[in-house]
């Protein structure tokens, strides 16, 4: 009987996940980090860093086909590199969910994969649930609704800054209510999650989001509301942070990893 071989991957981006999945493919020895995409200006700093991996800097220079690419990188990565790797026939692990809000590039993404016949798969990421939103969307959802509430300091940077006073705060603050199409457009930083909800539920529009700043918590708290045929479901997740990148959700990486691993274990989980 053959003997399954290791099979290699892309791995696109270099930061916080992309350490997680170099470490796993290590750890469990099921797969190999074929080479590793990286931004131009990056090239000569990542090669001396990641010594013994392959660095490349354009997809011109992929010399293998890779059972699949992780994209771990930025929602412009996914614009940049998705359509062409898509319509080579190289399916693709989404982690910069959020990059999906945009309409267009979801289409341009879908037509890429269906003309090289690829999948684009889009992990769960930070929150727990999307396996059973999904599966309920096939009994029919009749709400859904994503909290997501972080301390005030979490928001900075953010429009939030102009609605709230986010040093004074004393206590939670809902800042914005709206769809998840807005949320995504209006808090791109923080549309990863949104996006992942409205893609395994309701969709960008039907999909209700809050947003909370908090003084009381000390962490980032996603809360997940639906209801509909199959029954009613609430889930809160405290999601512990990378150490490596504290804005990064540990889960979200590992979520990445099990995506990969389940293209390369006999039983898929
Ligand atoms: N789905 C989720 O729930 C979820 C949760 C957290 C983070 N994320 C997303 O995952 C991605 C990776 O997160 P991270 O914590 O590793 O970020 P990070 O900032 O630690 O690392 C990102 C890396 O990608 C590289 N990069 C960015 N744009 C690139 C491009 N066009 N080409 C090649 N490399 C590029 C950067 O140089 C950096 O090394 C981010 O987009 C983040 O928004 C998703």
Known sequence: MPRRERPSILLIGHGAVAAEVRAAALSTGLFDVGAVLVRHEKLGAVQAELNGYRVIDSLADLDFQPLLAAECASHTAVRQYGPALLRQGIDMVVASIGALSDEGLHRELEAAAMEGGAKLILPAGAVPGIDALNAATLGGLTRVSYISRKPPAAWKGTPAETILDLDALKDAATFYTGTARAAARDYPKNANVAATVALAGLGFDATEVRMIADPAVTTNIHEIEASGAFGDMHLTIKGKPLKS?????????????????NRVRVTEI
Request: hydrophobic share 40%; aromatic share 6%.
């Open 245 to 261: 990148n504290p804005k990064t959700s540990s889960l979200a990486a590992y979520s990445t990893i099990r995506a990969i691993l």
